[in-house]
C-alpha cells in the first residue's frame, strides 16, 4: 500500500523543478560566488546544533545528514539533503540551528550570508516562491521520517529507506542506489545495525541489491524492491 506521502508530497517533488515565471532559478542565480564555496570531507562538521545562523548553504554536491542527540549520547539522523537543497532557511525566521550537520562524504556548498538572502528576497519577492517550496520540501522530508523509517517491519523500513536514498542521490524512475554504511542506516531508522545487516545480507542474497561493476563508490543494482517495501516483516 502506497503511504500518505507518496499519494501526495511525493508528487509534489516530482513535479518541483525550480523552474518558474517569476524570475530567473534562484539557484543559479544567488549560489554563484566561488569566492563563498567550501569543502567538506566524511564525518566533517558543517554547523552545530545551537549554532547562530549567518549563512545559507546551498549543495552542489554529496550529502549532509542532520543528526539529533539522544540522553544516552547515541545520534539519530533526522534529515538527509543532497545536491540542490539549502539549509539554514529557518535563519530567515531568526532561529538557531536545531541539529548537527555532517557530511556523509565528499561535499561541497556555496553559501550566501544571512543578511544579504534577506535583502535578496526583499529586492525581489518572486524569490519567495522558491524558499518556500524548499521548506515544503524539508517540511515533507520530516512526514516521510515518520511515516516510513518509523513504523512496520524491519525489513520494509530498510526497503523504503533503500527507495528514498536511490531518489535523492539519482532522481526519479532509478533502479540503483550509493548505500550509506549500515551504521548510519541504522540512526536513520532507530535499531540496531545488527538488525540492518541482517535484511541487508538477506536482500544481496535475493539479488534485490546486485553490485554494480567498475564504479569508484559502492552502487547497487535495485530489483524488486517495492516487494520487499510491502513486506509485512
Given at each position: 500500500?502506497?503511504?500518505?506521502?507518496?499519494?501526495?508530497?511525493?508528487?509534489?517533488?516530482?513535479q518541483?523543478?525550480?523552474?518558474?515565471?517569476?524570475?530567473?532559478?534562484?539557484?543559479?542565480?544567488?549560489f554563484?560566488?566561488?569566492?563563498?564555496?567550501?569543502?567538506?570531507?566524511?564525518?566533517?562538521?558543517i554547523?552545530?546544533?545551537?549554532?547562530?545562523?549567518?549563512?545559507?548553504?546551498?549543495?552542489r554536491?554529496?550529502?549532509?545528514?542532520?543528526?539529533?542527540?539522544?540522553?544516552?549520547?547515541?545520534?539519530?539522523?533526522?534529515?538527509?539533503?543532497?545536491?540542490?537543497?539549502?539549509?539554514?532557511?529557518?535563519?530567515?525566521?531568526?532561529?538557531?540551528?536545531?541539529?548537527?550537520?555532517?557530511?556523509?562524504?565528499?561535499?561541497?556548498v556555496?553559501?550566501?550570508?544571512?543578511?544579504?538572502?534577506?535583502?535578496?528576497?526583499r529586492?525581489?519577492?518572486?524569490y519567495?516562491t522558491?524558499?518556500?517550496?524548499?521548506?515544503?520540501?524539508q517540511?515533507?522530508?520530516?512526514?516521510?521520517?515518520?511515516?516510513?523509517?518509523?513504523?512496520?517491519?524491519?525489513?520494509?523500513?530498510?526497503?523504503?529507506?533503500?527507495?528514498?536514498?536511490?531518489?535523492?542521490?539519482?532522481?526519479?524512475?532509478?533502479?540503483?542506489?550509493?548505500?550509506?554504511?549500515?551504521n548510519?542506516?541504522?540512526d536513520?531508522l532507530?535499531?540496531?545495525?545488527?538488525?540492518?545487516?541482517?535484511?541487508?545480507?538477506?536482500?544481496?542474497?535475493?539479488?534485490?541489491?546486485?553490485?554494480?561493476?567498475d564504479?569508484?563508490?559502492?552502487?547497487?543494482?535495485?530489483?524488486?524492491?517495492?516487494?520487499?517495501?510491502?513486506?509485512?516483516?
Amino acid at each position: 500500500m502506497e503511504s500518505a506521502y507518496q499519494d501526495n508530497t511525493f508528487v509534489f517533488e516530482k513535479q518541483s523543478n525550480f523552474d518558474f515565471d517569476d524570475g530567473p532559478n534562484i539557484d543559479s542565480f544567488v549560489f554563484t560566488d566561488l569566492k563563498n564555496i567550501r569543502h567538506f570531507r566524511a564525518k566533517d562538521v558543517i554547523y552545530h546544533k545551537g549554532d547562530t545562523i549567518d549563512k545559507v548553504y546551498f549543495i552542489r554536491f554529496g550529502m549532509i545528514k542532520l543528526l539529533s542527540y539522544l540522553p544516552n549520547g547515541r545520534a539519530r539522523i533526522v534529515r538527509l539533503h543532497a545536491k540542490g537543497h539549502w539549509l539554514g532557511l529557518e535563519g530567515l525566521l531568526g532561529r538557531r540551528f536545531t541539529h548537527t550537520a555532517q557530511a556523509v562524504g565528499d561535499v561541497e556548498v556555496v553559501y550566501r550570508s544571512l543578511s544579504s538572502m534577506n535583502q535578496l528576497l526583499r529586492d525581489n519577492p518572486g524569490y519567495n516562491t522558491q524558499v518556500l517550496q524548499q521548506i515544503f520540501r524539508q517540511l515533507a522530508q520530516a512526514d516521510r521520517w515518520i511515516a516510513e523509517f518509523s513504523t512496520g517491519g524491519i525489513k520494509s523500513r530498510v526497503a523504503r529507506l533503500l527507495d528514498f536514498l536511490a531518489k535523492l542521490e539519482f532522481g526519479e524512475s532509478v533502479d540503483r542506489v550509493e548505500l550509506l554504511s549500515v551504521n548510519e542506516m541504522a540512526d536513520v531508522l532507530g535499531v540496531t545495525p545488527e538488525s540492518v545487516s541482517r535484511v541487508m545480507a538477506e536482500f544481496k542474497r535475493n539479488n534485490t541489491l546486485s553490485k554494480i561493476r567498475d564504479t569508484p563508490v559502492d552502487i547497487f543494482k535495485l530489483d524488486s524492491l517495492q516487494l520487499q517495501i510491502e513486506s509485512q516483516l
